[in-house]
């Protein structure tokens, strides 16, 4: 049977999801965080700089592939979870079919396009990134769903494995097979991922009594215009422009080498978003329960608590950081130097980043992802703009892009949340 309707979200509920969420994200990130070191030390600084930019080509293709289902799983499982355990099971079951289908078309994609991507050089050791793309576009869907289960206690063992599991695959692979390994360890880590989320969800299915359903699955495409689309547009448009400057990056004198500081910098600014990704990850399913069981004043409450954290734990992150950044950056190498103040300036961007991913959520619960392509479309071009006249200055041009670009977002997505609000308050013709 499924469970009774919970209609308010109390603090305990908050907490406890929070801090499965955290040590979730603490396990990822730390394992992460670890395996690139241990990659870096083991390359040196210029195949380490080779290895990030292949690992962004394989991220671009990643997002592209996963079609926003991810989002779409969390939004209707979330929403529908209580209400209608029908609905829920069918959304999963054409997710998860979509899911499928775009894993494979897109992996083999990859496949082909390695050589114009990259390069002569690099076709044998991208190409084992094929499989990377089809397990983490099936993670996607399967991650975006515990979500909307709220399961977030299983997420967190599930990362607690891979965190252990994967600097050992990723130190083992490079040591001896070098360049490749390090790849290879990209693809293994994707698939003990999918492996243990595949049964994690099984059995939150059961317990919510909402299977993954194929029979009429159909009949709820409509989600894949509503969510599902935009999603995917938006997340094309921003793989895209990331890995165009990236590109603009390699093609700089000592392309490499800058890139090498600049994703070294940016393991920085992953740990400065660390805690506001989780609370958002955790605030998006509430609040969209919040508002589908009309309990607006709790969902203004929770909104308002979404962004005041955010942005003051961002703020503090941002100064600690700047702080140890030299000794920090030192962890990759001896020739991971800021002498050109790349660090303050990504930074900068990051807390900008923050403050406007914690309105981003209103634009979710609504429904209204439309506007998202509006405002990432926007994002890339003052992204891809501001790095076409700023490449000179190599890593920090590319962190004075990023400023400029969450500058851009921050306001559009300020804009929407007030516009979305009001028009919610608006009595019923």
């Not at 919970?6 to 499965?20: D, G, H, K, M």
């Not at 941002?318 to 950056?329: C, D, G, K």
């Amino acid at each position: 049977m499924c469970r009774s309707p919970a209609i308010s979200i109390e603090p305990v509920r908050i907490v406890t999801a929070l801090s499965f969420q955290t040590l979730a994200n603490i396990l990822s990130q730390a394992g992460t965080f670890t395996s690139l070191l241990i990659v870096a030390r083991l390359l040196g600084h210029l195949q380490y700089g080779k290895f990030a930019f292949v690992q962004s080509t394989v991220i671009t293709f990643n997002t592209v592939a996963g079609l926003g289902l991810g989002i779409t799983a969390t939004k209707y499982v979330s929403e529908y979870r209580l209400l209608d355990p029908g609905k829920a099971s069918r959304v999963l079951g054409l997710t998860s079919i979509v899911a499928m289908a775009s894993a494979a078309l897109f992996g083999l994609v990859y496949l082909v396009a390695c050589r114009s991507l990259i390069g002569e050089g690099y076709v044998g050791a991208m190409q084992i990134g094929s499989f990377a793309i089809v397990f983490s576009t099936l993670n996607g869907y399967q991650l975006g769903a515990m979500a909307g289960f709220e399961a977030f206690d299983q997420i967190a063992r599930a990362n607690a494995i891979v965190a252990i599991a994967n600097p050992i695959g990723a130190a083992l692979l490079t040591r001896i097979f070098g360049f490749s390994g390090a790849l290879a360890a990209l693809s293994l880590n994707g698939f003990s991922i999918w492996a243990i989320y595949h049964f994690t969800l099984r059995a939150q299915c059961r317990t919510w009594n909402c299977p993954v359903r194929y029979r009429g699955f159909w009949e709820e495409r409509s989600v894949l215009f509503a969510m599902s689309a935009p999603a995917c547009v938006s997340g094309i448009i921003g793989s895209i422009a990331i890995w165009g400057t990236m590109l603009m990056l390699s093609r700089v004198a000592n392309g490499y080498a800058h890139i090498a500081l600049f994703s070294a910098a940016n393991s920085l600014r992953l740990m400065v978003t660390f805690f506001p990704n989780v609370l958002n990850a955790v605030m998006m399913p509430m609040l969209n329960s919040l508002l589908a069981t009309g309990d607006r004043k709790r969902f203004e409450r929770t909104f308002a608590l979404n962004v005041v954290v955010s942005g003051c734990v961002a703020c503090a992150g941002a100064l600690v950081f700047l702080f140890f950044r030299t000794r920090l950056l030192g962890l990759f190498g001896r020739d991971f130097i800021d002498r050109d103040g790349v660090v303050p300036v990504l930074l900068l961007a990051t807390v900008i980043e923050v403050a406007a991913c914690s309105v981003y959520p209103a634009i979710f619960v609504y429904g209204r992802m439309w506007r998202q392509v509006v405002t990432i479309a926007l994002w890339a071009a003052t992204l891809l703009g501001t790095m076409r006249f700023g490449a000179v200055q190599g890593a920090r041009g590319l962190a004075t892009a990023y400023v400029g670009a969450w500058t851009v977002s921050l306001i559009l997505y300020s804009y929407h949340a007030w516009s979305l609000n009001q028009r919610a308050q608006e009595p019923a013709p």
